[in-house]
Nanobody, 122 residues
Framework: HVQLVESGGEPVQAGGSLRLSCAAY????????MGWFRQAPGKERELIAS????????YHADSVKGRFTISQDNAKNTVYLQMNSLKPEDTAMYYC????????????????WGQGTQVTVS
């Protein structure tokens, strides 16, 4: 069973930076596709960044490209989301997800999810 624990969300002023962390427990095997999603009130959950822990390229949505960066520390089994130049429209609950196949299939169905961490930009 995989457990994901996000942290790092907090209120921040526009133009500021935050780093979100997603600690993964129980992940085994060759690798997982790890994704950062966000969901603002009244909006659908959207994928904003992803990577495969076994290596390879990363994905960043156009809305965050050039401002947010996904990275990993395999020794700590942790994935990060560095968020710079934050805007009020980045305000949302941010979720981490793990899926064995999503990086290749494009489907996050059946993913493990964390509880979320709130980012508020004012």
């Amino acid at each position: 069973h995989v457990q994901l624990v996000e942290s790092g969300g907090e209120p921040v002023q526009a133009g500021g930076s935050l780093r979100l962390s997603c600690a993964a427990y129980g992940t085994t095997g060759s690798g997982y596709c790890m994704g950062w999603f966000r969901q603002a009130p009244g909006k659908e959950r959207e994928l904003i960044a992803s990577l495969y822990t076994g290596g390879g390229s990363t994905y960043h949505a156009d809305s965050v490209k050039g401002r947010f960066t996904i990275s990993q520390d395999n020794a700590k089994n942790t994935v990060y989301l560095q968020m710079n130049s934050l805007k009020p429209e980045d305000t949302a609950m941010y979720y981490c997800a793990a899926n064995a196949y999503a990086c290749y299939s494009g489907s996050w169905s059946g993913s493990y999810w964390g509880q979320g961490t709130q980012v508020t930009v004012s």
